[in-house]
C-alpha cells in the first residue's frame, strides 16, 4: 500500500493535471497494484515495479530527466560537491590486492606516511587480500564519517614485517582541474573535466599560477567535459568577461527567464552588486571542445563564441540544453526534472533534438561517425533556421545541436590498428604502466627525480617495450607487426604518459600526450602561437 501512496503522490506533485485527470491517473495506478496485490500468481517485489513504473513514465519524457537510486545519490553528489570523506588515496586493485597508486597531496594517508606502491592487505583487521575485492568493496571500508578511524594493514616492498597505519578520515577534494601547465613560454594550458562546486576557485589558482609563470595566451580545454552546476558555468565564464554581459538565459514552462550575467554573482550563485574583474579579462583565448563536451561545457564555449571573447576548436560538442533539478524522494532516491532549457547570449538553444527517442539519441555519436561528420565537415547539414550572428562581430554560429566550433578538426583514427583495439579494450596500457612502475618505482625515482627530466629523456623503445609485449602476450593478445608499426607512436606516447601519470601525478599524463597525439589541442596551439587577436577574429 505504501508504494500506492508514494506512487500516488508522486504524479500530484510533480504533474499539472487536472484535479479530475489527477485522481483517474491516482485511481488507475491503485486499481493496477490492488488486482496485482491479490491476485497475481507469484510473490512480487512491489518496490522493483515502483521503480521500473517511474523509470518508464519518465522515459516518455526527455532523456535528462531521470531517476537515481538512493545507493547512487551519493557518489553522484560526491562529484557536484566536488569532495568527499575518506582516506585520501588513488588506488586500483591488482592480483586481487588493493594497490595504492598515489596519495592525495594532504589527505590522511599522505599525513601518516601511506606511500605509493603499498598494499593495502588489511582494514581494521579484517584481511582484503585475495577475497575478490571490487571497487564498491574498497568504498565501503575506507569511506566514513570524518575524523572517524580506519586502522590499515599495509605490506610494503622492502618491509619485512606488516605495517600498520592509524588514518582519520577527512574531506577528500575531487579536482575538476585536472591539468595546468605552460605550453610555451607564453601560452598557458587548463584542463577542466567536469563543473563542481570547487572549480571556480581551483581555475582561479590555476589561472593566478600560469600567470606568475608569464602566460599571456590561455588554452582552455574541455574536451570530454559532460558538464555540472550550472551557476560555475556562469562562474567560469566571468573569468574572461568584462562588463555587464549575459553568459546564458534559460526559461520554461514553470519556470520564467532567468539572465545569469558576468559580474554579479559568486561562486556559490549567490548575487551582489559589487562588479569584480576576471582573472583572463585580455589575451588570446582558445576553446577546445568535442563530441563529448556537453551542457556547462557548451554554455561556456556559447558565451565566449557568442561574445567573440574566444576562439572555439574541434568538433561540434554534444548538444545538451536543458536544465535539471534534483527532488529526493522517501526512500532516499532522488529523481531529476528538467525545468528549464537554456539559451546562449544570442538566443542560441543548443539541444540536439531527441524526437526518434532515448537509445537514438544515446547513439548518436556513432550515427555522426557513419555519417562522417567526424572526419569532414562538409557531412554537417544545419538549416539556415538555426544560424544566428555573433554579438560584436557579427559572424555566423549555428544552435540547434551543440556548439559549431570556429576551427574543424577532424578525428584521425589513422593511427588505431586492431592490435591496437585489442590491447586498449582490455585496458592492458594501463595494467602494465602501473605494473612496470610499482615495480621499477625506486630506479625511476633515481633516474628521474623530476617530470621534466623524465619528459625529456624517458624512452619507452627498449627494455620498456619489449616488457610490454610479454605482457601483451599473458593477456593471449596475439602480436601484429603491421598493426604495430600503424599505431606505434600513439601506442608510445601512451605508455609514457601513462608511467608519468603513475610516477609523479595523474596531472603529467597531458603534457605527453597532447603535444604529441591530441590533434585538437596541436591546432590550438598552432593557431593562438601564430596569429594575432584580429587575425583570430577576437573582440579583445
Known amino acids: 500500500m505504501k508504494n500506492i501512496l508514494f506512487i500516488s503522490a508522486l504524479f500530484c506533485s510533480a504533474v499539472l493535471f487536472s484535479q479530475t485527470d489527477k485522481a483517474t491517473t491516482t485511481l488507475k495506478f491503485e486499481e493496477v497494484f490492488g488486482y496485482l496485490e491479490s491476485n497475481y500468481v507469484d510473490e512480487f517485489d512491489s518496490g522493483k515495479i515502483t521503480d521500473a513504473a517511474i523509470v518508464a513514465m519518465l522515459k516518455e519524457l526527455d532523456p535528462h530527466t531521470y531517476m537515481i ?33 598515489n596519495t592525495i597531496q594532504g589527505g590522511p594517508c599522505e599525513q601518516v606516511g601511506v606511500q605509493a606502491g603499498d598494499k593495502i592487505v588489511k582494514v581494521d583487521q579484517e584481511n582484503i587480500a585475495g577475497i575478490g575485492l571490487k571497487n564498491s568493496g574498497v568504498r565501503e571500508r575506507l569511506l566514513g564519517e570524518k575524523n572517524s578511524l580506519v586502522v590499515l594493514g599495509i605490506k610494503r616492498k622492502g618491509e619485512k614485517e606488516l605495517l600498520e597505519f592509524d588514518v582519520r578520515r577527512d574531506k577528500i577534494p575531487l579536482y575538476s582541474v585536472a591539468a595546468s601547465y605552460m605550453a610555451t613560454k607564453e601560452t598557458g594550458y587548463i584542463k577542466v573535466t567536469n563543473f563542481a562546486r570547487t572549480t571556480p576557485e581551483e581555475l582561479k589558482t590555476a589561472i593566478g599560477e600560469l600567470q606568475d609563470e608569464g602566460m599571456k595566451n590561455l588554452i582552455l580545454d574541455l574536451q570530454g567535459n559532460g558538464g555540472g552546476l550550472l551557476h560555475v558555468a556562469k562562474y567560469m565564464t566571468d573569468e574572461f568577461l568584462s562588463d555587464d554581459r549575459l553568459i546564458v538565459y534559460s526559461e520554461g514552462r514553470s519556470q520564467p527567464r532567468r539572465d545569469l550575467i558576468a559580474n554579479d554573482m559568486d561562486s556559490r550563485g549567490r548575487y551582489y552588486h559589487k562588479k569584480k574583474r576576471g582573472s583572463f ?17 557548451e554554455i561556456v564555449s556559447g558565451a565566449l563564441q557568442d561574445w567573440d571573447r574566444a576562439l572555439i576548436i574541434g568538433r561540434r560538442s554534444f548538444g545538451k540544453g536543458l536544465v535539471q533539478r534534483p527532488y529526493k524522494l522517501s526512500d532516499g532516491s532522488e529523481l531529476r526534472v528538467t525545468i528549464a532549457r537554456y539559451y546562449t547570449p544570442a538566443g542560441r538553444f543548443i539541444q540536439k533534438p531527441y524526437d526518434d527517442g532515448v537509445e537514438a539519441y544515446r547513439n548518436d555519436y556513432v550515427t555522426r561517425f557513419e555519417n562522417g561528420e567526424l572526419m569532414h565537415r562538409d557531412s554537417i547539414k544545419l538549416p539556415d533556421s538555426l544560424k544566428f550572428k555573433t554579438l560584436l562581430l557579427k559572424r555566423d554560429v549555428y544552435g540547434g545541436g551543440g556548439i559549431m ?42 633516474d628521474f627525480p623530476e617530470f621534466e627530466k623524465f619528459e625529456k629523456d624517458f624512452n619507452v623503445e627498449g627494455a620498456v617495450i619489449e616488457d610490454f609485449w610479454i605482457y601483451v602476450k599473458d593477456e593471449e593478445i596475439e602480436f601484429n ?36 597525439e591530441n590533434e585538437i589541442f596541436i591546432k590550438g596551439l598552432e593557431i593562438i602561437e601564430g596569429k594575432t587577436l584580429e587575425e583570430l577574429g577576437m573582440d579583445y
Request: charged share 25%; proline share 3%.
Open 281 to 297: 579579462e585580455k589575451g588570446k583565448l582558445v576553446v577546445l571542445i568535442d563530441e563529448s563536451s556537453a551542457s556547462a561545457s
Open 481 to 516: 607487426e603491421e598493426d604495430y608499426e600503424t599505431s606505434k607512436k600513439l601506442l608510445h606516447t601512451i605508455i609514457k604518459a601513462r608511467i608519468a601519470a603513475n610516477l609523479f601525478e595523474t596531472s603529467k599524463f597531458y603534457p605527453i600526450y597532447n603535444k604529441a
Open 405 to 446: 566550433p570556429d576551427v574543424f578538426v577532424p578525428l584521425d583514427t589513422s593511427e588505431i590498428s586492431p592490435l591496437y583495439r585489442s590491447i586498449s579494450r582490455k585496458g592492458v596500457v594501463n595494467t602494465f604502466t602501473f605494473a612496470y612502475v610499482d615495480k621499477n618505482r625506486d630506479q625511476l625515482r633515481a
Open 69 to 101: 537510486s538512493a545507493e547512487d545519490v551519493s557518489a553522484s553528489n560526491d562529484r557536484i560537491n566536488g569532495s568527499f570523506v575518506g582516506v585520501g588515496i588513488q588506488f586500483r586493485i591488482v592480483e586481487d590486492t588493493l594497490t595504492v597508486v
